[in-house]
Structures are given as C-alpha cells and as structure tokens.
C-alpha cells in the first residue's frame, strides 16, 4: 500500500509539473470529435467525453500492465 501511494504522489507530482510548465502538452484535452462544448454568451459547457474515454483506456492499459 506504501509504494502505490509513493507512486500516486509522484504521478500526481509530474502531472501538475506538466500543467504548470508545459500547458501546450495537453491542449488536445477537451478538443476532440466527440467532445461536446456548448458556448453561449453568458455561458460555457464542456462535456469531454472522447477525452475521458481515450483517458480511460490508456490508464487501463497502464494498470493492467502494473498487475501482471
């Protein structure tokens, strides 16, 4: 339990690293075919669900890859 939590807090270290240093590496998030934005003049909704499912199976693959 003691190292999955070490690996989390590192994952989560290079992920806001990445957020804060390299914003352009994830510009593609929520831009997608299949990402639904609905923009009004008072108003915006992003609904990305084409990122969240390629997110989805990539961490799939990452965990399933770990158990082995």
């Not at 806001?16 to 003049?41: C, S």
């Amino acid at each position: 339990m003691g190292r999955w939590l070490i690996v989390a807090g590192c994952v989560l270290i290079v992920v806001g690293l990445a957020l804060n240093y390299a914003p352009w590496l994830v510009n593609w998030f929520g831009r997608l075919p299949g990402d639904i934005r609905i923009e009004t003049e008072r108003s915006r909704f992003y609904f990305p669900i084409v990122s969240m499912i390629i997110v989805s199976v990539v961490l799939s693959l990452i965990l399933s890859w770990f158990r082995r």
